[in-house]
């Protein structure tokens, strides 16, 4: 529950700090005197956007806080914990606004940004405003008011869940689809591509074996001749060669070695010489052996490699990576191919996760039915309680499956009324007169608000336009709620004003060319005076102090 609040520079108020307490707490006092101030405030540290005209003139900035509860808040608790912002039992929140209109925000005295006020400011506390009659006629507002009597919380996020995961799939769907043309195109260049490069069927390594092997062919001539002049130089040379040379030079210093020590390693290195000329010549003689210089064969290498080169053109790539180039056109024909089954099988996975969003939706539709059924009876009650004994009230439901689905189902709610025997049921604002309007409205609010978990509600001069022995039912309606949940209202009735737990007043004074607001809690006999001066406006007499009394006493 709201316990303190502090409000510094704020519109005209200077300095103010009061006290709540739990129960249901009246604030009145004269018009214009900014009852309603406090209530802005406080809608700034939920959140609420903050402009520069809000600080008070000649000041630099605008300070408001607001201490809550924690204590049968565990919701709040909760979202504190999950944020990090968890400090006892005990949460502040606190926002600063420049004469320039820049604001801060504070939780638990940390830096955050408006959202997360308002995120912890509706499991806070509950506003329900003056002009809270005109939002009830929006169809959306009331669905939000039948969900939230009815703590559809769950049941919509699933439902909503649900719709997302569909709206996804379809979109996928719908962008696959749209692009399969150009898939089909791009395709079919693809398969042109590949064709091409299966036909020359190019192996991995095969353009570096092909063009070592061209070279050699290409080269066949001077390889033949070189390689029979060596081996001549080697062995085959009859008259003089390597290897005869090599014998004899060898012959020569093994009798060397006997007459120097040092010579004695010369034989053997000679040895290893002849030895590596003699495996020379064999390697030559076998390579003359082998040489084949089949021109067939040098003209389908060039041919081939003439194919090679030209398709590494054409695909921009080096002829050593025309193999790779043709791996990655496969993988892509593939990845097409498999788009087209993905597109036929995505259809049916759309129409499955759309058939799981029209189950979660037709469950919070039987849902709201139900609830609706209740709601009617409880408003119908209290309508009759607040003079409108002939009143009906019935919430309409459409449910169609077939049509305009959305995150919040496929329901269309409509308030109907029907305020005199024999009159249709019919849409709220074509049938209710503006009082009538005031107090169905109201009467909605207090209903539902019973079925609101947070502790604390606010109704702000919602009792516009009712009167008399309505109000005094009104003001019952307000304290029995204040029974369970922290209630404060604003308000000019003195018949609501008499049935809170405690009054506050508010008072506007004027002294050397500035204006000050403040507010203060009433005693029993300041209660006495005030309620007697809304009901008798400027002179209070005996009776109407005595009136007063008896409100206090009915109360």
């Known amino acids: 529950m709201l316990a303190h609040m502090t409000i510094s520079n704020f519109a005209i108020v200077k300095s103010l700090e009061f006290e709540l307490k739990p129960g249901m707490t009246t604030i009145t006092g004269e018009t214009g005197a900014g009852k309603s101030i406090a209530i802005d405030a406080l809608g700034l540290c939920l959140g609420d956007r903050a402009e520069a005209c809000m600080v008070r003139p000649n000041e630099d900035k605008a300070e408001i806080s607001a201490a809550f509860s924690l204590a049968n808040n565990q919701a709040a608790r909760r979202w504190l914990e999950d944020n990090e912002l968890c400090d006892g039992d005990e949460c502040i929140l606190r926002r600063v606004i420049t004469k320039e209109g820049r604001s801060r925000g504070f939780i638990n005295g940390s830096p955050v940004p408006a959202s997360q006020q308002k995120a912890l400011g509706q499991l806070l506390i509950n506003i329900h405003g003056q002009h809270a009659h005109q939002q009830l006629m929006r169809a959306d507002h009331q669905q939000q008011m039948l969900d939230q009597y009815a703590g559809h919380h769950v ?117 290893e010489a002849i030895i590596q000329v003699q495996e020379a010549s064999q390697e030559l003689r076998c390579y003359l052996d082998a040489m084949d210089m089949d021109p067939q064969r040098l003209v389908y290498l060039e041919e081939r490699l003439a194919k090679i080169m030209s398709l590494a053109r054409k695909h921009y790539v080096m002829p050593a990576d025309l193999y790779q180039k043709h791996q990655e056109l496969l993988k892509e024909l593939d990845d097409l191919d498999c788009s087209d089954e993905r597109l036929d099988g995505l259809a049916d996975e759309v129409e499955v996760k759309r058939q799981q969003f029209i189950a979660r939706a037709e469950k919070l539709s039987k849902s709201r039915q139900r609830y609706a059924k209740e709601l009617d009876k409880k408003i119908s009650e209290s309508m009759h309680q607040l003079s409108m004994e002939h009143g009906i009230f019935n919430i309409d439901i459409q449910s169609d499956a077939t049509g305009m689905l959305s995150p919040l189902g496929f329901d269309t709610i409509t308030f109907l009324v029907s305020t005199n025997p024999g009159q249709p049921l019919q849409p709220l604002g074509k049938v209710a ?118 409100l206090l006493i009915a109360a």
Request: proline residues 2%; hydrophobic residues 35%; glycine residues 6%.
């Open 155 to 271: 049941l919509m996020d699933k439902t909503r869940q649900a719709y997302q995961v569909w709206r996804q799939a379809s979109n996928e769907l719908k962008r696959l689809s749209q692009s399969r043309e150009e898939n089909e195109a791009q395709k079919q260049l693809i398969q042109y591509q590949v064709k091409e490069l299966d036909e020359l069927a190019l192996g991995e390594d095969e353009y570096q074996e092909i063009e070592e092997e061209h070279k050699r062919l290409s080269n066949s001539g001077e390889l033949a001749m070189s390689s029979q002049s060596a081996l001549a130089i080697l062995y085959d040379n009859d008259d003089a060669n390597a290897l005869q040379l090599l014998q004899m030079a060898s012959q020569q210093v093994c009798a060397l070695g006997e007459l120097d020590s040092q010579l004695n390693t010369v034989p053997q290195m000679l040895e």
């Open 433 to 550: 007169s503006g009082g009538e309007l005031s107090r169905i409205s109201l009467a909605i609010q207090v209903i539902t608000a019973q079925k609101v978990e947070t502790p604390s509600l606010i109704f702000d001069e919602v009792d516009v336009g009712i009167s008399g022995p309505t109000a005094a039912i009104v003001g019952k309606m307000l304290r029995t709620l204040g029974e369970s949940t922290q209630v404060m209202c604003v308000t000019h009735l003195p018949q609501v004003a008499g049935c809170g737990h405690q009054q506050m007043f508010v008072a506007k004074t004027a002294s050397k060319g500035q204006t000050e607001t403040s507010m203060r809690p009433l005693k029993q006999d300041d209660r006495i005076a005030e309620l007697a001066r809304l009901l008798g406006g400027s002179e209070i007499t005996e009776r109407t102090l005595a009136n007063a009394k008896e």
